[in-house]
């Protein structure tokens, strides 16, 4: 799916920026505050996915995302959470890169929204427990999922004798033509 795909792809992108350092990036989840964080740790969280859907099976999305950097408490780091500006820089690099191994994401659409300082007053852990930068971004991404159709001139034959002769008439990539081809056919499966 195109939404693992994209977030595999940037995961990769941020941590090939911050390949020496002991920077872990993952999908956002809560359960990372029941743990001690001794590192910074970016979390990628997909905001708000708006999906347009064509009868030709083309799927675009409008995608808002976060980049959350957790800065931990009790090491040399906590007093010095001016680190975050840096990192976040390196982020936006590594986000914002407009080249793409992914033919589905359109790069030349990423964008950065806003950056804010974290406010957790309605999350379960402890308020001043950590500090989080929140980096929110948009982009769109399009995926094609175009089916091949054949259609089959069955020159007179019937579906029995088209099935006996190994076509699939039920798999809905196979349309049948009514009409006959001009000039002789040769149908068997022997040579």
Not at 61 to 66: K, L, P
Request: proline share 2%; charged share 25%; net charge negative.
């Amino acid at each position: 799916m195109i939404l693992k795909q994209f977030y595999t792809e940037k995961k990769n992108t941020i941590q090939t920026e911050f390949n020496s350092e002991a920077l872990t990036v993952h999908l956002y989840s809560d359960s990372i505050f029941k743990t001690i964080i001794e590192n910074p740790i970016i979390m990628f969280k997909y905001d708000n996915i708006s999906w347009e859907t064509s009868s030709e099976k083309n799927y675009k999305a409008d995608v808002s995302f976060c980049i959350y950097v957790v800065m931990p408490i009790g090491t040399m780091l906590s007093s010095n959470y001016e680190e975050v500006f840096d990192i976040a820089q390196r982020i936006d690099k590594s986000i914002l890169l407009a080249n793409s191994s992914n033919a589905f994401i359109d790069t030349n659409s990423t964008f950065k929204v806003k950056e804010k300082q974290y406010n957790n007053e309605y999350d379960y852990w402890n308020k001043n427990d950590y500090f989080i930068w929140e980096i929110t971004y948009k982009t769109t991404l399009i995926e094609n999922t175009l089916k091949k159709k054949y259609i089959l001139f069955n020159n007179g034959l019937s579906n029995e004798e088209l099935e006996e002769l190994g076509y699939n008439l039920t798999s809905g990539i196979i349309g049948i033509n009514p009409n006959q081809v001009e000039g002789n056919v040769d149908l068997s499966t022997n040579p």
